[in-house]
């Protein structure tokens, strides 16, 4: 089985730093995309940031020149750096993963998700 293991997450006063991780784990043979989601309180999940297993990324608008995406492909983890954060950022934040398993198969997972709080 594969698991998606996420930490990082926390209170932080607006205009502060978060960096989250996600580590994968189990039967992996290569990861594609790694991305983040976020799901504020009410509000339908949306999409944050994508990285590629090239390294190439993209972001939302909203935390585009705030938020970093990167990738150790050597521990199967991707990491969101957030700088300048804003209440509006508070969310819950989940990593996404396509990986590829021992049968060459790939499939979509889920981390279980971190709470990040942002004071005004």
């Known amino acids: 089985q594969v698991q998606l293991v996420e930490s990082g997450g926390g209170l932080v006063q607006a205009g502060g730093s978060l960096r989250l991780s996600c580590a994968a784990s189990?039967?992996?043979?290569?990861?594609?995309?790694m991305g983040w989601y976020r799901q504020a309180p009410e509000k339908q999940r949306e999409w944050v940031a994508f990285?590629?297993?090239?390294?190439?990324?993209n972001y939302a608008d909203s935390v585009k020149g705030r938020f970093t995406i990167s990738r150790d492909n050597t521990k199967n983890t991707v990491f969101l750096q957030m700088n300048s954060l804003k209440p509006e950022d508070t969310a819950v934040y989940y990593c996404?993963?396509?990986?590829?398993?021992?049968?060459?198969?790939?499939?979509?997972?889920w981390g279980q998700g971190t709470q990040v709080t942002v004071s005004s």
């Open positions: 990285i590629r297993s090239g390294g190439s990324t």
């Open positions: 189990g039967r992996i043979k290569s990861i594609n995309g």
């Open positions: 996404n993963a396509a990986i590829v398993g021992p049968f060459a198969l790939e499939r979509d997972y």
